[in-house]
């Protein structure tokens, strides 16, 4: 199995600008993962945006979900346009699957996507609390509410007066700080997360340690959300919420009501920072209280005030806190810093 993002990219910009779309997380498992779960060793070209429902009943030349070409046999098919032409002429397998066209759709499909995972886990790791599957290194206070369903991972640490609702992930290593309120959210591997959370994915490795809202969003890796942030997911209008496309490179109506942040890796928001509806934060974008309220996009490599971080700082700080986490970013994720530093892509 091969994955190439190529075709979607540039409609997950910025969560994808230093990884593939097939590492973006959306339930229990990345995009990847969960399709090796589903499709195993088979030698099929995928792009990775999409959830499959059901499992291949045979070895397809092309691979259809919801009207849209997302994988092809390199043996058979050259390429997805040749894919493209297969699927105009019938010439197709079609399975049920959720395809995700847009970065924005991540954090409204969680409860859905929770649902099948739930299929692809080992019950035998686990002990049943309630409708929570609760993995047995877990360690969890009873001093809460656990009134939803889903899962409670390896290692993960449950503070008291937590309560969870709705479909919930916590993912291996992470921690729920007391007096937390968390609903339908995914919260990823090796997080610190306390306050009030909606509708949010957390992808990992990020933490929210402190009070504060955030509802609708996706918090890439390497985020710090500082305490007293509030993150708007509600226009006062109730109107739809308009965010910026990296690939359109301007505001697009999202049709949505609720959407909120929206984090590329390695960002930091400071203390008592607004954050408006749909904003867009760039990789690496350090935001403070004096950005408060946000526009709507934050670029990549965003200072403070107006101003750019320095590569070094860049490079600086992601080793700084990759390592934090007993984690050293190799030389080709040095490199795409690098690059992406001296062509920066939402400006």
């Not at 105009?88 to 499909?109: A, H, T």
């Not at 526009?295 to 390592?323: C, H, N």
Request: proline share 4%; charged share 25%; net charge neutral.
């Amino acid at each position: 199995m091969r994955f190439d993002d190529s075709r979607y990219r540039e409609k997950f910009y910025p969560l994808a600008l230093l990884k593939g779309v097939e590492d973006l997380r959306v339930g229990i498992f990345t995009f990847g993962e969960r399709l090796r779960k589903f499709f195993g060793d088979i030698d099929l070209v995928l792009t990775p945006n999409f959830v499959p429902l059901e499992n291949l009943k045979e070895n397809p030349q092309v691979v259809v979900v919801e009207g849209k070409v997302v994988g092809f046999d390199p043996r058979k098919v050259k390429s997805w346009e040749e894919a493209e032409e297969f699927a105009e002429k019938g010439r197709v397998l079609e399975i049920r699957g959720i395809v995700f066209e847009n970065f924005w759709e991540l954090p409204l499909k969680v409860e859905k996507i929770l649902e099948i995972d739930l299929k692809l886990i080992n019950p035998e790791a686990y002990y049943k609390l309630g409708e929570f599957y609760i993995h047995k290194t877990a360690r969890i206070s009873l001093k809460g509410d656990f009134d939803g369903w889903g899962v409670i991972d390896e290692g993960v640490v449950i503070k008291p007066f937590v309560v969870l609702e709705g479909g919930v992930y916590v993912g291996k290593g992470s921690i729920i700080k007391p007096f937390s309120y968390i609903v339908s959210s995914v919260i990823g591997p090796v997080c610190k997360v306390a306050g009030e959370i909606s509708h949010t994915v957390f992808e990992g490795f990020s933490n929210k340690q402190h009070g504060g809202f955030i509802g609708h969003s996706y918090v890439s890796s390497w985020v710090n959300i500082g305490s007293g942030t509030e993150i708007s997911n509600l226009k006062n209008t109730y109107g739809p919420v308009k965010v910026y496309s990296y690939e359109k490179k301007g505001l697009v109506d999202t049709g949505e009501i609720f959407l909120g942040m929206f984090a590329g890796d390695h960002v930091k928001i400071g203390i008592n920072t607004t954050i408006s509806t749909g904003t867009v934060l760039g990789i690496f974008a350090n935001v403070t209280a004096k950005d408060s309220p946000t526009e709507k996009l934050i670029p990549d490599f965003y200072w403070t005030g107006g101003g750019r971080m320095s590569l070094e700082k860049a490079i600086e700080m992601a080793k700084r806190v990759m390592e934090r986490r007993g984690m050293k970013p190799d030389e080709d994720y040095i490199d795409r810093i690098r690059k992406l530093w001296e062509n920066p892509y939402a400006l």
